[in-house]
């Protein structure tokens, strides 16, 4: 099972820039790994998506703000934010889910992230 731990959130004004990163405890080669967004009060939501390939998908909320990349070598995948708005401001979870074995799907525990002034 892999373990994921996030860190980097914190509060910033708007305007501002955060850059999320997630460690997985082993190799995420095979991996689609991917970064969710909770508001308050809302569900879970998908931010951006970088495939075992590298191919990114971003949700029209991040498109031009945000940038998604892996580093296979470190076992990691990070989470530039920038120009960051009061919306923005939600839990953000690391997600893996294997490429070939879909219930393989694992969630880091969360960081905080707010956007105020």
């Known amino acids: 099972q892999v373990q994921l731990v996030e860190s980097g959130g914190g509060l910033v004004q708007p305007g501002g820039s955060l850059r999320l990163s997630c460690e997985a405890s082993e190799s995420i080669v095979l991996y689609t790994m991917a970064w969710y967004s909770q508001p308050p009060g809302e569900q879970r939501g998908m931010i951006a998506i970088?495939?075992?390939?590298?191919?990114?998908t971003y949700a029209d909320s991040a498109k031009g703000r945000f940038t998604i990349s892996r580093d296979n070598a470190k076992n990691t995948v990070d989470l530039q934010m920038d120009s960051l708005k009061p919306d923005d401001t939600a839990v953000y979870y690391c997600?893996?889910?294997?490429?070939?074995?879909?219930?393989?799907?694992?969630w880091g525990q969360g960081t905080q992230v707010t956007v105020s002034s």
């Open positions: 970088i495939s075992a390939s590298g191919a990114t």
């Open positions: 997600n893996a889910r294997h490429s070939r074995r879909l219930d393989w799907n694992y």
